[in-house]
């Protein structure tokens, strides 16, 4: 099993309907791909005084092959649709994890 996780910085001014936005539609959004069986969102404790809120998303996926296929197919989109959204209030960066256990 793998698991895609996108960490994101958020600026204070939106991360109240930052994180109503994921939840509501961007999650979703990702979901209905077919791709991923599960996500979850996961916050950062301790970083209060950082400027903004720290989210993990995590998504998994069977297979590194699935997960290609989100790469090519479905991640440019909503990857667009969420830096047009939140244009220099977000920072990010993604990981790839295998579940060994």
């Known amino acids: 099993m793998i698991v895609y996780n996108v960490t ?3 600026d204070n001014s939106v991360h109240v309907e ?3 936005w994921m939840r509501e539609t961007h999650i979703p959004d990702v979901m209905r791909t077919g791709i991923f069986q599960e996500n979850r969102i996961l916050k950062l404790i301790g970083d209060e005084d950082s400027g903004g809120h720290t989210y993990a998303i995590q998504y998994t996926c069977m297979t590194m ?3 290609n ?3 090519q197919k479905f991640a ?3 990857q667009k649709a969420h830096a047009d959204r939140y244009k220099d209030k977000f920072v990010a960066f993604r990981t ?3 579940v060994v256990t």
């Open 8 to 10: 994101v910085n958020v």
């Open 76 to 78: 440019p989109a909503l």
């Open 69 to 71: 296929t989100y790469e």
């Open 65 to 67: 092959n699935d997960y």
């Open 96 to 98: 790839l994890l295998e």
């Open 18 to 20: 930052w994180l109503n």
